[in-house]
């Protein structure tokens, strides 16, 4: 597979703007304006780190698996997008080569992305999303 | 502050190798050697993301805060390092915001970088290393 990059990182906090004015205030950062993702029960508050992007996701309530994340871990780093060429094909090589996939399908992402969870514990604890960019949303 | 861009992605793991077989051979992720970080009781194995690297850190005695760190919270995601243009600068302003660091001065990172680590209370549960590149380490 190729991965062309790394899309984001996203961080777990139980308080979005509380957290988001740290990064404005004193990190310096400029974030776009909140998006609801409403199939996941969270917002996001999505900033440009020049590279790559960090995303801050908090949940908007208690069965959002983001919820039942703060819970357990508490705050912090929840997993990396890696941003791929061919999403099927990805999946297809990762299957072959024994890693566990969390979705098993690519299923639509945020921002008119195809996207996919693969397991942690095939990558050494580290939740990763696997995203492409497709072609006709515009971007 | 400037922050010019997301340096790596740090993520600590029990066994190196097997980790980065899996990123080598079913991500298709190519590593640097493996680094001896002797004061940090590590070892380091890079891979490049396109924008951004993805580093393994792996203990190499249980007297490693890395250790500790798998003890308590397993493997997975440990930290995030920005590149910043002026460190010094970054830590004054960071400090004059009430945002907590861990070094109070910077210190000798493992590429001749100067780094120091922002407390991650302050940051939504995120462990943050600030990293300004030195002009004169002919990077």
Known sequence: MRIKGLEHVAVVVADLHKVGSILRDAFGLVPDEVENVEKDRVQVMKFSLGNTDLELVTPTDEMSAVS?????????????????EDI???????????VVLIDQEPRLGA???????????SVGGVLVELSEKREDNGE
């Open 68 to 84: 039942r994340f703060i819970d357990k871990k508490g705050e912090g780093l929840h997993h990396i997008c890696l941003a791929v």
């Open 88 to 98: 099927d094909e990805a999946m297809a090589e990762l299957k072959e080569k024994g």
């Open 111 to 121: 921002t008119g992305c195809r996207v996919a969870f693969v397991h942690p514990k």
